[in-house]
Each structure stands twice: as structure tokens, then as C-alpha cells.
């Protein structure tokens, strides 16, 4: 029996790595390596939050699921609230539109008319905990506050991107590596934060963009287009929303960060 008050989604899939740096992620190919290692590491993101909340369900859609479930077989946890489909054209289709983050902003929307609490789970994750303090929460739930938009660089292309699409940078940010929604109807809500994502990410910032890793590299897009649209549709919203990194853990800091996830389930694995 799984706990039918929350369903966790996640997307797990081969990155497009060239659609990556267009979209202004150029360390992408660093950080994410191959389709065979974004498959290792979200195995074992998954595996911690299945070992910490047993009922936990928690539906992943793929576009391989053999590999998905060869990776998980490495971990000694109860899978069965687990669940794994597959649409390789659905997610093909996604990818090729010019914002590498497209197939995230179209995997929330199939989930736009779920009633119950939806827990949006990204693949670098680690669940430090038993996770029923969120359960049935009326707040709107991210990972962490990071900081304001108004307070980024201007390199970075946030900024000019924000005041564009919305008239303003003077909102806080948070990452949303969790993102959930209470019980309740949402499919308002999200339509517009998608909406809000793809306008974000169809602002030019090709004239303030720079990357100080290649000052000769430039982008159209802000690379995090759908999580800074997002936050803004909530602050506009005036939501009530609470952070969960005391719960969970992003391992979304630097070129190595995946290693820490794979590190972080060590002790979950049958070898």
C-alpha cells in the first residue's frame, strides 16, 4: 500500500548537451558527463528517499527504462512504491525545442490536474529523513532560498531577463531541485508558471550574458529560465512557501556534485 496523499515525480533522461550550452549551461557536458552517468546518479538519488519513507510513491518517466532499472538494482531498498514509465517520443519531442529545460516545464504540466500533494523531485537529490513533516503542508515547498534576483550579476542575463518579462528582478529566488504543491486544484498555477518560463527563456540577453569560464561564449537564454519564472509566479501569487533543505539535500554545486550523490547512497548498495 503506497501513501495516496503525496505522489513525488521526477524525470530522469539523455541530455541534449549541445542544446545545453545554446541555452547558456555551458558547463553542462562537465557536469553531467553521459546519458549512462545522469542514469547512475539518479538511481542512487532515488534510493535514499526510497530507503527513509517506506509508501513513499514516487513515478519517474524515462526515455530508457531498462537502464533506469538496471541502475536501480544495485540498491538494496523496497522498490515496490516505485514507478517507472517510458515515453522516449514525448521526451524526444521535448527536446527539441531551443530551451534545454523545456522537457521539465512539459513533464510538470502532465501532472497540472493531480488533486493531491505533489512533490516535483530532481534527479541530484538526497533524502537525509523520513519526509512526513511535509506531508499534507498547505505551504508551497522548495529546496532553499538562495537569494534575490536583484542581487545576481548582470553577466548573469537573470536580471535583464526578469525586468523584461515581468517588469521587475525584486523577488527572492529559490532552488527549486523540490519543488511541491499542496492538495488541492494547481492547474492554473502551473500553466502560468510554465507560460512564465517560456517567456522568460524567449528574452535575448545575448547583449549583457557573459561567462567568465569563456569570455568568447555567449547565450540567448537564461539558463535557469523555468525556476526564476516560477518563483515569480508564486511572490506575484503572494504564496506561503517553506524550504526543505533541512530534509533534503541539492547536490547541484559544482562540476563534481553528482559524485556526492552516488556517494551519499554507498551505503544503500548490495555490493
Known amino acids: 500500500m503506497t501513501d495516496d496523499n503525496i505522489k513525488a515525480i521526477s524525470l530522469v533522461f539523455e541530455y541534449d548537451f549541445n542544446r545545453q550550452k545554446t541555452s547558456g549551461r555551458i558547463w553542462g557536458k562537465k557536469g553531467y558527463r553521459s546519458k549512462d552517468f545522469i542514469f547512475e546518479y539518479s538511481a ?3 534510493a535514499t528517499f526510497a530507503h527513509h519513507n517506506s509508501k513513499f510513491y514516487h513515478e519517474v518517466l524515462t526515455d530508457d527504462r531498462d537502464l533506469l532499472l538496471k541502475k536501480i538494482s544495485k540498491y538494496d531498498v523496497d522498490w515496490s512504491h516505485f514507478h517507472i514509465i517510458e515515453d522516449k517520443d514525448k521526451i524526444r519531442e521535448w527536446k527539441t525545442h531551443r530551451y534545454c529545460f523545456y522537457p521539465a516545464m512539459m513533464h510538470l504540466g502532465l501532472y497540472k490536474n493531480e ?4 512533490l516535483k523531485l530532481d534527479n541530484d537529490l538526497e533524502c537525509l529523513g523520513n519526509l512526513n513533516s511535509i506531508k ?15 542581487s545576481g550579476r548582470d553577466y548573469w542575463g537573470e536580471s535583464y531577463a526578469a525586468r ?4 521587475t528582478d525584486n523577488f ?5 531541485g523540490v519543488l511541491g504543491f ?5 492547474a492554473s498555477l502551473i500553466n502560468q508558471m510554465i507560460s512564465r518560463g517560456i517567456e522568460m527563456s524567449e528574452v535575448d540577453i545575448s547583449t549583457v550574458v557573459r561567462f567568465r569560464e569563456d569570455p568568447s561564449l555567449t547565450s540567448k537564454i537564461w539558463s535557469c529560465s523555468e525556476q526564476t519564472a516560477y ?6 501569487k503572494k504564496l506561503n ?7 533534503i539535500n541539492h547536490h547541484c554545486y559544482g562540476d563534481d556534485a553528482k559524485e556526492n550523490c552516488i556517494k551519499s547512497a554507498k551505503f544503500l548498495r548490495k555490493d
Do not use: H, I
Not at 172 to 176: E, G, K, S, T
Not at 182 to 186: E, F, I, L, V
Not at 241 to 247: A, E, G, H, I, K
Open 182 to 186: 499542496p492538495k488541492g486544484n494547481k
Open 241 to 247: 512557501v517553506r524550504t526543505v533543505d533541512d530534509l
Open 172 to 176: 527572492p529566488l529559490y532552488n527549486m
Open 44 to 46: 542512487a538519488s532515488f
Open 136 to 150: 499534507n503542508s498547505n505551504d508551497y515547498l522548495f529546496w532553499k532560498f538562495e537569494r534575490d534576483v536583484s
Open 164 to 167: 523584461l518579462s515581468f517588469g
Open 115 to 118: 488533486k493531491c500533494q505533489l
Open 231 to 236: 518563483c515569480y509566479v508564486m511572490f506575484e
